[in-house]
């Protein structure tokens, strides 16, 4: 089974070789059809701590890390400010 890539933005990055990265994603709610904005959060692998905030990251599923980590960073698509 092919493992999940995500695109987010890193929304912390004061952990030691950790960044928050939250993914948004848009949905239609079931009964008014309106269109709802999702966010998700998700705790990554920074291994050379070179994501800063405000970065657009590509995320990818790997094995537990720690208790809460199960994703590494693949790359930066774009730095930010």
Same mark, same amino acid.
């Given at each position: 089974m092919p493992k999940k890539?995500?695109?987010g933005k890193?929304?912390?990055d004061k952990m030691s070789k950790t960044v928050v990265v939250a993914v948004?994603? !848009?949905t239609q709610h079931p009964v008014y059809k309106k269109v709802i904005?999702?966010?998700a959060?998700?705790?990554a692998h920074d291994e050379e701590n070179a994501c800063k905030k405000g970065d657009s990251v590509s995320i990818i599923e790997a094995r537990? !890390?720690?208790k809460?980590?199960?994703w590494k960073v693949l790359e930066i698509v774009?730095?930010?400010n």
């Open positions: 890539v995500y695109t890193v929304i912390s948004t994603r !848009l904005k999702k966010i959060k998700f705790k537990p !890390l720690s809460d980590k199960r774009r730095r930010g």
